[in-house]
């Protein structure tokens, strides 16, 4: 019975669902890169620098 329902899955549907899942979770960085200001951008951008530990989105 389950060698018989697995048998009839199809995956490629499966894998359309994993593209599309990438392609609007890679568009959706993107946008919110592009939206940040200079300032921010800079700010996160420093991280990695200082030592001080520092929320930048508070700016």
């Known amino acids: 019975m389950v ?3 697995v048998s009839a899955l ?3 549907n499966c894998a359309t669902a ?3 899942l990438f ?3 890679f568009v959706g960085i993107v ?3 592009m ?3 200079r300032k921010s951008a800079d700010a996160f ?3 990695p620098l200082s030592d001080n530990v ?3 989105r508070d700016e």
């Open 23 to 25: 392609v609007v979770s």
């Open 31 to 33: 946008y919110g890169s």
């Open 18 to 20: 994993a593209l599309l």
């Open 3 to 5: 060698k018989d329902l």
């Open 35 to 37: 939206r940040l200001s």
């Open 10 to 12: 199809d995956y490629s």
């Open 54 to 56: 520092e929320t930048p």
């Open 45 to 47: 951008a420093s991280i």
